[in-house]
């Protein structure tokens, strides 16, 4: 009898495991920032696959903003923005570990690549800064043109104008502790051993994008000119600190004015990327 009841048990273990899927896609966070392969001929990082996922959003460098979900071996995008709102398109995970991601497109579309082979992101710095400052220049378009700063109690000071043409002004407000976990996140992937003054694209009427980051008696700036050869962790934080702004609650305020930014820490860095000698393509 006891040898019976240990047959028994011995194929029941056997059964459950032959149960298990393949690769247990479920079990592994596709939170935060994927990227794909840099263009070795070019170093064009404008030509980089990216993903990024946050809560339910994944944006990147796909068209369009989506809504997204994951079922069994099958990510779902459903577009949120752009002329393909609503529509959902069905992406199988062909691999997915905590560091690697690849995604077959279930159906052919224009827009949309078949496979996307990503890396993920990971932190590089343990720094912590108690302010972030930001800038951004004008271009030849509609361009956010705003001087940031944001501490570590969730208040932000931004002076100008996220909607063009709208006219430049002071604002106070708060940002989300999501948001600023979020800005600090990506601050910890940039690759502060290699991170050059300034970048600067081989093309004219684009916009300049700055950091500054005090981080105990320190500051630490770049600057990108274009999205050309920038590291392409500081591109995405440049997005976040675009869409922080966009998303915080603000409200008008004369105090915060041109005057107050004079010294901002990162005008430094946007003068320096616009003084870097211009190369034609």
Known sequence: MTR???????AGFLFSCHQQ??????????????????????????????LSFEGSICSGSLPD???????NDTLYLR??????????????????TPDSLTLLAAKHIDYIPDTMVLSKVKAKNNITPSAIYFA???????????????????????????????????????????????????????????????????WTDDQTLALALQARDSVISSAAYGHYKEPMELYLLFNKL??????????????VNAH??????AKSPINEVLTLPYTKR
């Not at 990227?35 to 001929?41: A, K």
């Open 242 to 255: 675009i869409s922080v702004c966009r998303n915080a609650r603000l409200h008008p305020d004369s105090t």
């Open 21 to 50: 899927p393949a690769h247990n896609n479920q079990r592994v966070d596709v939170t935060g920032d994927w990227i794909g392969p840099i263009d070795t001929l070019t170093h064009r990082n404008s030509q980089t696959p990216y």
């Open 65 to 71: 903003t989506f809504m997204y979900h994951m079922q």
């Open 260 to 265: 107050y930014f004079e010294t901002h820490p």
């Open 4 to 10: 019976f009841i240990v047959l028994m048990l011995s």
């Open 79 to 96: 577009a949120l923005t752009g002329n393909k709102t609503g529509e959902t398109i069905p992406f199988g995970i062909r691999q997915l």
């Open 136 to 202: 951004s220049s004008g271009c030849f378009g509609s361009c956010p043109i705003v001087s940031v700063e944001i501490d570590s109690s969730l208040n932000i000071l931004l002076y100008g104008t996220l909607t063009f043409p709208d006219a430049e002004k002071g604002y106070k407000g708060v940002i989300t502790r999501t948001d600023y976990n979020a800005l600090v996140d990506k601050i910890k992937m940039l690759p502060l051993q290699t991170l050059q003054p300034a970048y600067r694209a081989p």
